[in-house]
């Protein structure tokens, strides 16, 4: 059986038409997220969204129907106006105003804030820091520990403090609705300006920047990672959050499990 | 059929492959750029819209893994990638890499910019790189796919995007390119005007992945030796430096089924260079020229 280029040319437009139309039929040609985090697998919060599967994708409204609060809230907290930008918009923004280095206000910044906001777990970035008027929104409305949100207000981002040393936007630089959110609230106890981000890890002390390796080299075998895991483990060089994120576990759930392991261990 | 006329009909029958290319690069141009205006808030009427990344089977294919592991798809990518990926497989099983030769709109890009090189260069375009290197060079994408498909594993992410050219080429006016992605872009527009899809075959982790399948594939390039003049036209024809006039059948991991070398586009004599179904025990029948003289010399 011989094939011309005329039929070659039949059998690739055909396969792709057909296999587009025959998987649109089933359901799965999906080319955009749901803008609906994944649920909670365990614990008290089974069944709830997760904040960590916020992705830069979703707009402010989207974030504030799939946690269901008053999208005025993170507007004010980030110093938003138009509802239907997306968040990953943050990055620019708070780069291109000065942010210290070693400090970053992006997409990770709103998933603390709505952990904050709604008491739902997150483990953040070091490095991630919130706005200080997101902190005083979360001092009116955030459902967290009071503790958790004094410890997010140590570590705030205040535009006011950083302006004397704040490097103009870059020209060219993406517009946005959002400005630098300015203070809204004196409530603040303290800006923390320092930037240590480099990951020195404490012996036994499991954190968002702990690898694979580290938890074998403090004693943790295989089995016993993948008894917390659900039988599965990553390469010894992975970070264990970013793997858990991308494998679908929620890594503050399961890290207080695996700290039990460490503390038993010791 | 006189000479003119055959060569008409061959040039006719190029140009269907060239029309496939134009129009698959065009549907993921605008639907791309229909995806960053709706982003935008600019919606464009009857056109739909979605990310590069949504119709690149390369995200489904780094998916694979978290996807038959957890359930889950590496951040970006959607579930289209997955089925553009098992198609671009099947397709691959059967008849090679006919998605990088007929339908990628990179390839054809680079394809576009090699039209100019060859102008500028003539008979030297697309022989620049000395045989030896450029044959060692061509294992680089297989680097390039174990680098993209460990990190992706590792850190659930997307990790290709900020040095790839092609995503870098239908997103450059988004903001969204990372400086790595334009140096690759650029690079690949100066190469291309040197050699014939130079991403393709030294970089290109699809590209690896496809090319694999030359190995498997049911239909194949077969030369028919009895009929061959020697001229050498399909070898001179490949975008991809393949010596297929001296080959019965093509193994090449490179190939990437494009045809241009058969009796239907460079080769001038009917049913000598054609797309058939192996039978599973052929293999490549290649000789190196001294020893295919040795052998003659003998008999």
């Known amino acids: 059986m011989k094939l011309s280029i005329k039929s070659m040319a039949v059998i690739v437009v055909g396969a792709f038409s057909l296999g587009i139309a025959g998987a649109n039929l089933l359901g799965f040609w999906q080319t955009t997220s749901s803008k609906q985090p994944v649920a909670i697998k365990e614990g008290e919060f089974a069944g709830l969204p997760n904040p960590a599967d916020i992705r830069g994708s979703y707009t402010w409204a989207d974030v504030a129907n799939a946690f269901g609060f008053d999208v005025k809230l993170i507007l004010r907290a980030f110093g938003a106006s138009d509802e239907t930008e997306k968040v990953n918009a943050l990055e620019a923004i708070y780069g291109a105003a000065g942010l210290p280095a070693g400090m970053e206000i992006g997409t990770d910044s709103v998933r603390l ?46 535009p006011a403090k950083a302006a004397t040393s704040a490097v103009p936007a870059a020209p060219g630089s993406p517009t946005s609705s959002i400005a630098p959110a300015q203070p809204a609230s004196t409530t603040i106890t303290a800006v923390k300006t320092e930037s240590a981000t480099d990951h020195v890890a404490t012996v036994g002390a499991l954190t968002g920047k702990t690898t694979f390796q580290e938890l074998k080299d403090w004693g943790l075998g295989e089995v016993d990672i993948k008894s917390v895991t659900g039988g599965k483990i990553g390469p010894d060089a992975s970070i264990v959050k970013d793997w858990m994120a991308a494998n679908g576990l929620t890594f503050s759930e399961l890290k207080v499990r695996l700290q039990e392991l460490l503390d038993a261990k010791k | 059929m006189t000479t003119k006329s055959a060569t008409l009909k061959k040039k006719g029958a190029r140009n269907i492959r060239h029309i496939v290319q134009a129009a698959f690069f065009i549907i993921v141009a605008v639907t791309t750029t229909a995806s960053v205006l709706s982003e935008k808030g600019i919606s464009i009427p009857f056109i739909p819209d979605a990310s590069l990344h949504a119709v690149c089977p390369l995200g489904g294919v780094v998916s694979f893994w978290q996807l038959l592991n957890f359930g889950t798809l590496v951040k970006k990518v959607h579930e289209s990638s997955v089925v553009l990926a098992v198609l671009g497989l099947l397709l691959a099983l059967l008849f090679g890499p006919v998605i990088c030769g007929w339908v990628c ?98 970089a290109c982790p699809y590209g690896a992945v496809q090319g694999v399948f030359n190995l498997l594939r049911i239909f194949g390039i077969r030369r028919n030796a009895p009929t ?72």
Not at chain 2, 259 to 284: F, H, N, Q, R, Y
């Open chain 2, 228 to 299: 061959c003049i020697s001229c050498k036209a399909c070898s001179k024809a490949c975008p991809m430096n393949i010596d297929v006039s001296t080959s019965k059948v093509v193994r090449d991991h490179q190939c990437i089924s494009c045809l241009e070398c058969t009796s239907d586009a460079a080769c001038p004599i009917p049913a000598t260079v054609d797309m058939i179904a192996l039978p599973g025990s052929v293999k490549d029948s290649y000789k190196k020229p001294a020893a295919a003289k040795s052998s003659a010399a003998k008999e």
């Open chain 2, 105 to 202: 709109p990179f390839g054809t890009f680079q394809e576009w910019l090699g039209k100019l090189g060859r102008k500028l260069f003539g008979k030297k375009y697309n022989n620049f790189v000395p045989r030896k290197l450029d044959k060692a060079l061509r294992y680089l994408r297989y680097l390039v796919f174990a680098w993209v498909s460990y990190m992706t594993v590792i850190s659930g992410k997307l990790i290709f995007q900020d040095y790839d050219p092609y995503y870098a080429l239908f997103n450059f006016w988004t903001g969204e390119v990372a400086v790595a992605g334009f140096v690759a872009l650029g690079a690949v527009i100066v190469l291309s005007l040197f050699v014939e899809r130079p991403f393709c075959k030294y």
């Open chain 1, 113 to 158: 804030f709505v952990s904050l906001l709604t008491g739902l777990p997150h483990i953040a970035e070091d490095s991630t820091v919130l706005p200080v008027s997101a902190i005083a929104v979360l001092r009116e409305s955030g459902k967290a520990e009071a503790a958790l949100i004094d410890a997010a207000a140590a570590k705030a981002y205040d």
